[in-house]
């Protein structure tokens, strides 16, 4: 059971946030904007907090940014619920230290999946970096021009001011978007492979998904790890599916 702080303007889905949430014997606190969400972070020790962006007076962005800025509330986990589902909003949302960004509407299902996932990982700093890095990669992606951004989008471009190292959790760092691979660099069935086994759950479900061996299929990711500059293959996958590397 954890302590969750909900904040929301629309007090039908503070209610409707709170009864899904209380399912799995959670304790629940509210607040309706940001100032009393601050104030709620005061009074609770909180252990999760979902947070709106879109608010009377001080809005979510501003909650936001308070608590990542403070040695004392930082490593409160927050998920940004939001109507604001636009690219560019989910990647300052998290770039910003939100570790998840969900966008209305959501099932109540995706809602608690999320909240249990989130509680249950990884310490809020290695979630708050792997999420950044998801996000430089999302915001290259976006700016290079891929699908990923519709040809109407013109926003200006995410503030990158709060990038946080995991091992510090009260300094700055400046992450560099993550290293591409470009696909052209790789054979046809170099990419088929590699494909598949980032669509897989496991490097012996790929190779089963290939007709291929797991030697075969290990020699051939150790032969593009060996191109890219990575120790092995496994290590290669590794890297790709947290995001410290991409191909484009």
Do not use: C, N
């Not at 309706?32 to 972070?41: F, I, K, S, T, Y």
């Not at 990923?148 to 995991?166: F, I, K, S, W």
């Not at 669509?199 to 061996?213: D, K, L, N, Y």
């Not at 075969?216 to 410290?244: H, N, T």
């Amino acid at each position: 059971m954890a302590r969750i702080l909900i904040v929301d303007d629309e007090a039908d889905l503070r209610g409707l946030l709170s009864a899904a949430l209380s399912l799995d014997d959670h304790e629940i606190v509210t607040a309706h904007d940001g100032e009393q969400a601050l104030a709620a972070v005061r009074a609770h020790a909180v252990d999760l907090l979902l947070l709106d962006v879109m608010m009377p007076g001080r809005d979510g962005w501003w909650v936001l940014d308070q608590l990542k800025g403070s040695p004392d509330w930082q490593q409160i986990p927050i998920i940004m619920v939001t109507a604001r589902a636009a690219d560019l909003d989910r990647i300052q949302g998290k770039i910003a230290g939100a570790v998840r960004y969900l966008t209305k509407p959501f099932s109540v299902a995706e809602l608690r999946a999320t909240v249990t996932s989130v509680l249950e990982g990884p310490p809020e700093a290695e979630q708050r970096l792997h999420t950044q890095r998801q996000a430089l990669v999302e915001l290259a992606r976006w700016e290079k021009g891929s699908p990923l951004a519709g040809p109407a989008m013109t926003p200006a471009r995410p503030r990158l001011t709060r990038l946080d190292g995991a091992g510090h959790p009260g300094g700055r760092t400046t992450l560099k978007a993550a290293p591409t691979i470009s696909r052209h660099t790789l054979s046809h069935r170099q990419y088929a492979l590699l494909d598949a086994v980032l669509r897989a759950p496991s490097i012996r479900a790929a190779a089963g998904t290939m007709a291929i061996s797991r030697s075969y299929l290990y020699e051939a990711l150790g032969q593009m790890a060996e191109k890219f500059g990575v120790s092995s293959g496994p290590e290669l996958i590794r890297k790709l599916r947290s995001g410290e590397l991409t191909v484009t």
